[in-house]
């Protein structure tokens, strides 16, 4: 397949009736209710990428040998496509997403996507269900691309027969009142990522190990778990799938070095950027718990969220661990976490100028 190739575009016979995506647009949630279509792609070492095309949205027939069902051979994206006043529709660095996409592919020892597949079959599939992108207060089309071995064998080696999908969901407002703070438990058994390990890499084994201790932090009332590394249990990495950020009293803006066990985020990139433009100073390097502890209680931690595609930037009021509790704003987010979400939507819906070339036009 080459650069200047289209898919093949193959309309569905039973769309969702205009009244019906009407409503569902009402109030989508998140990853509920899914688009007309979907683009489904084969590669096989002979043939490489081949077969790329737009079809109705439905089930995938497995054989129960499909690799991927027994070694979490796959990976995965998320992105938005954001409806603008004007009626056009566009997407957010979609280029960073497939860059991480072959990065992701080259840790689980998949094929590799090309960065102009990846646009193509997103470009696609937005343009063909074009009428299922929500045009309301912070909705958006959501856009998963993902990518499995579907080999059809049980022996333990990278397989030869891989699949891409890429689905889309229309997604209302993470927050129905806006950002508010959350309490997060830190979890002190159970590790995210380790060195030479996949944190680096967007793959669902990272997601899944990260089920258990989110049950842990519902159990203990907070609504998100926070990891430290595998290796000291000392410094602070993640959460189950977002980026953190602290804001220091002096004005410096420090979040978690990325050393290979944090996901690279296309958001926690983008905060970093937007950063200067408050006159914040940037710091990446290693954070502890015992830091964030005592900044939050001495006020020299003034501000801490977590960032994200799906909720953008989400404020922290508490973190909570066994037998202890440290408590920072509670009843709104701070100033710099609403000037920055701001600014980023701002920029996504089209609000603003877009001076660093992020939004990419679909339609």
């Known amino acids: 397949m080459t650069s200047d190739s289209q898919l093949r575009v193959e309309p569905t016979s039973e769309p969702v009736a205009p009244e019906q995506r009407a409503q569902i647009h009402v109030e989508p949630g998140f990853g509920r209710f899914f688009t007309d279509h979907m683009v489904t792609m084969k590669w096989t070492p002979q043939a490489d990428w081949h077969d790329g095309r737009v079809h109705a949205y439905g089930p995938l027939l497995l054989d129960p040998a499909t690799a991927a069902l027994h070694y979490a051979q796959e990976v995965f994206e998320g992105l938005k496509a954001y409806g603008h006043d004007d009626g056009s529709v566009w997407t957010f660095r979609p280029e960073v997403n497939a860059r991480r ?66 689905i889309a969901s229309p997604a209302g407002p993470y927050f129905s009142h806006g950002p508010e703070p959350v309490t997060i438990w830190l979890s002190t058994e159970y590790s995210r ?131 202890g509790e440290v408590v920072g704003a509670v009843d709104e987010a701070g100033e710099v976490a609403r000037m920055l979400r701001r600014r980023l939507l701002d920029i996504q819906y089209g609000r603003a100028e877009d001076p660093y070339g992020w939004m990419h036009r679909v339609c």
């Open 193 to 323: 990522a380790g060195i030479g390990g996949t944190g680096a890499a967007k793959c669902g084994g990272n997601y899944a190990g990260s089920l258990l201790p989110q049950r842990q932090a519902a159990e203990n009332g907070c609504h998100q778990v926070v990891f430290v590394d595998s290796a000291e249990r000392t410094w602070v990495e993640e959460l189950g799938g977002m980026n953190l950020f602290f804001v220091h009293d002096d004005g410096t803006l420090v979040t978690p070095e990325l050393g290979g066990t944090i996901l690279e985020g296309v958001t926690r990139d983008s905060i970093l950027t937007l950063a200067a433009e408050f006159g914040l100073k940037v710091d990446e390097r290693r954070v502890s718990v015992e830091e964030w502890r005592d900044g939050v209680a001495n006020g020299q931690i003034v501000e801490v969220f977590a960032c994200g595609t799906a909720a953008v930037i989400t404020p922290i009021g508490a973190l909570r661990w066994p037998g």
């Open 101 to 166: 996409f072959q990065r992701s592919a080259h840790r689980l020892a998949l094929p590799e996507l090309p960065e102009h597949l990846f646009l193509d079959a997103v470009d696609s599939l937005v343009r063909t269900d074009r009428e299922w992108v929500p045009h309301g207060a912070e909705t958006s089309l959501y856009i998963r691309p993902f990518m499995y071995a579907s080999e059809v064998f049980l022996g333990v080696r990278p397989a030869q027969h891989v699949t891409l999908c890429v």
